[in-house]
């Protein structure tokens, strides 16, 4: 199985559009695709429930305890045959609610947004995500996302300088677009519908793609293995 977590402490910054749009590609690709959704809101999971029979399944679970994170419990409410998982994480993640979530994941996605004030609440965030075990022996690599982009702005090119400042690598440039709208409201992925403004919009994604296609196998490579959990004496 392989696991991206996609977190930022800064709400609104768009994790559940990441999330639904990930799961619409590997889901229409083939691969069993399951989602937990691990915001109070719920809006990955309401995605999913807008879904139409006819398109490819992503089999979606609830969970709105932050503190626990995706504990041992949770591998036993997965499908056995998942082999792509997506964790959409909520906001407002404290520093000890976020490592269970980071203990269960192989990739780390943070959408980022050019707005000043957003910024800053990610790069407090991004502090607490280095100073993570996981990622400092390099078991959970982290990518950035800027999100949003209206090329040719002011709060474009602050985001462009901050970023060349950081140590992670932002990986795509997502495009603000009314298109992402219409998929959500449709229970939909940009690589789901084949207008002419959705395969517009797949290319900002490539990059992306090619970068987790390569983490799942560099995990393959290394074996990295989810041990389950035992069962008690008595609970059979």
Known sequence: MFRILIANSKGGCGKTTITSTLAGYYARAGRVTSLVDCDPQGSSLGWNQLRGAHR?????????????GLGAGWVLRLPSDTQVL???????????????????????LVPVVPSPLDLRATLGFLDVVRRLPEVRQGQLRV???ANRVRERTVAVRDLDATLQRLTQTCLVRIRDSQVYLKM????MSL?????????????????????LTLREQERRAHGKVAFLPTARPGTG
């Open 143 to 145: 990518g950035l996302i």
């Open 56 to 68: 490819a399944p992503v089999r979606a679970l609830a969970s709105n305890d932050p503190v626990h």
């Open 86 to 108: 997506l964790i959409d994480t909520p906001a407002g993640l404290r520093p000890h609610e976020f490592g269970p979530f980071a203990r269960h994941a192989d990739v780390l």
């Open 184 to 187: 959500a409201a449709a229970g």
């Open 191 to 211: 690589f789901e519908d084949d207008s002419t403004a959705a395969r517009g919009h797949r290319d900002d994604w490539a990059a992306l793609i090619e970068w």
